[in-house]
């Protein structure tokens, strides 16, 4: 049981440590569903978008991490 709760734990922190990332991830799910739901995306589209959305904020949050350790 011990094992199973240091997996959480180990799985909570690696999606809070970067608040902004799991925030900015998340709403972009909320924008596909929303377009998704009202017809205004077919299925592939919201796909393509949410590809889009997820890549445009990983590569933001590496750029990010990268300016404060050069100003380190």
Request: proline share 1%; net charge positive.
């Amino acid at each position: 049981m011990s094992i199973l709760a240091d997996v959480f734990k180990e799985l909570f922190k690696m999606f809070v440590a970067d608040l902004r990332l799991t925030m900015a991830i998340l709403a972009g799910i909320v924008i596909v569903a929303v377009l998704l739901g009202q017809g205004l995306v077919g299925p592939v589209a919201a796909g393509l978008l949410l590809a889009a959305i997820s890549i445009a904020v990983l590569g933001e949050a590496v750029l990010r991490e990268a300016r404060a350790r050069r100003s380190r």
